[in-house]
T-cell receptor, first 114, second 114 residues
């Protein structure tokens, strides 16, 4: 079965410290992978995407993610957290066997403390 | 500006009533989707459509109906058969292709049963 797991439901960091949000997927195919961010009562905004090119992907607002096929992981990182980064983050997997369909992780709430 | 517009932003429904959520896009995307979001459960796919006059059930289609008469529009009706309709509903669209591409999201409609 195809699935995606976000390993932490809640992550708390201090402003200026690194951020790590973890994501693992399960698939028999080569997936397309995405990270989205959602601020309260808003829609989802794409942070970055992996589609079988470079394994280290850079996104908006200083975020990046590394695709590791051997570990089936796609963790999201940022060197220095900003207060405005506080939001819900979703790891999303798309599989070529289900054209257009995306599978969402449960989400990770990022709290940034001053 | 290109994008996806959902209306209304907030919607209140009495038990036993049907309500229709609007979703319009001017991105010229072929594929459109409806997701339901509940706290701690990520996004779950209700219905999706990859072409005009055609749509498929997602993972939680019971109690919902859709139509796709125009490329730009994909309205969702929450029927009285939906036992727990209170949720945040998100509409999305994407380019249809052989590989999954990122989806673009509207700002959501929060439906509350009163």
């Amino acid at each position: 079965a195809q699935s995606v797991t976000q390993l932490d439901s809640h992550v708390s960091v201090s402003e200026g410290t690194p951020v790590l949000l973890r994501c693992n997927y399960s698939s028999s195919y080569s997936p397309s992978l995405f990270w989205y961010v959602q601020h309260p009562n808003k829609g989802l905004q794409l942070l970055l995407k992996y589609t079988s090119a470079a394994t280290l992907v850079k996104g908006i607002n200083g975020f990046e993610a590394e695709f590791k096929k051997s570990e089936t992981s796609f963790h999201l990182t940022k060197p220095s957290a900003h207060m405005s980064d506080a939001a819900e983050y979703f790891c999303v997997v798309g599989f070529s066997g289900n054209t257009g369909k995306l599978i969402f992780g449960q989400g990770t709430t990022l709290q940034v403390k001053p | 500006d290109g994008g996806i517009t959902q209306s209304p932003k907030y919607l209140f429904r009495k038990e036993g009533q049907n309500v229709t959520l609007s979703c319009e896009q001017n991105l010229n995307h072929d594929a459109m989707y409806w997701y339901r979001q509940d706290p701690g459960q990520g996004l779950r796919l209700i219905y999706y459509s990859q072409i005009v006059n055609d749509f498929q059930k997602g993972d939680i289609a019971e109690g919902y109906s859709v139509s796709r008469e125009k490329k730009e529009s994909f309205p969702l009706t929450v029927t009285s058969a939906q036992k727990n309709p209170t949720a945040f509903y998100l509409c999305a669209s994407s380019i249809k292709g052989a590989l999954p591409t990122e989806a673009f999201f509207g700002q959501g409609t929060r439906l509350t049963v009163v």
